[in-house]
């Protein structure tokens, strides 16, 4: 902030002109810079809220037939909210819980399933690997490969005790980093992440436990969610 002084040609200016805002206090005008403005929103929220927006869409665009088929998959998928004349709607969230994975990893939604979508998931575990060259690995006790998906972490050093306000952090997805790399003939799957897409979690220290929520689609076409997991960041 800086104090002015007009010409004769001017006698007062307030209010702002682009980057500048013109303001008088005790001292007489004075000029300073506008604050920059600040978005509403992450652009991770806005891509989350513009994928279901795109779900919901679908939903709306599904024939008769094609939402009876949801709705006979929403009431088993959720029994605990299962109560009369709640199938469409059990059913248009279980479409969206569905659709929504295919529409952020850039796939075309299969709106008629030919069998279960939903595939449940165990605790898996994510870890540094020094006898993979450094790499990260992930696996989970299960037979299918996961053909994309995210992981977030959130900050757990006392586990099992965490707090549950504490923010889940994107550490790694699939539509905008490397596929990840199975290891050939492991049982369950082995995957390896490249440490480089971690480095930023250093700053929380060399060694660090999170929880690990993971989401997305199997090879199978089936999607999968689970917050349950572990994951121990190592750096040297």
Known sequence: MAKIIFSPLVANVAGKLGPVVFQRGPGGAMIRAAAAARPRMSARLQTARADLTEAARAWEALDLTTRTLWASIGRPYDPASAGPGLAFTLGRRAF????????????????????????????????WDPDSQGKFIWWWPIGATAADF?????????????????????AYDTATMPKNQVLPGS??????????????????????????????????????????????????
């Open 96 to 127: 969206i819980r569905y659709a929504v994975q295919y529409i952020h990893f850039g796939r075309t939604v299969p709106t008629s399933p030919t069998s279960w979508p939903f595939r449940e998931v165990s605790r898996a575990w994510l870890t």
């Open 150 to 170: 995210r992981i977030w972490l959130q900050a757990a050093p006392n586990y099992p005790q965490y707090s549950t306000r504490s923010p889940w952090l994107l």
């Open 187 to 236: 049982s369950p799957p082995i995957y390896y992440l490249e440490p480089a897409y971690f480095a930023r979690f250093e700053r929380y220290g060399p060694t660090q436990l999170w929880r690990m929520r993971v989401t997305g689609i199997h090879d199978s076409g089936t999607v999968f969610s689970f917050d349950d997991g572990l994951a121990t960041l190592t750096f040297e």
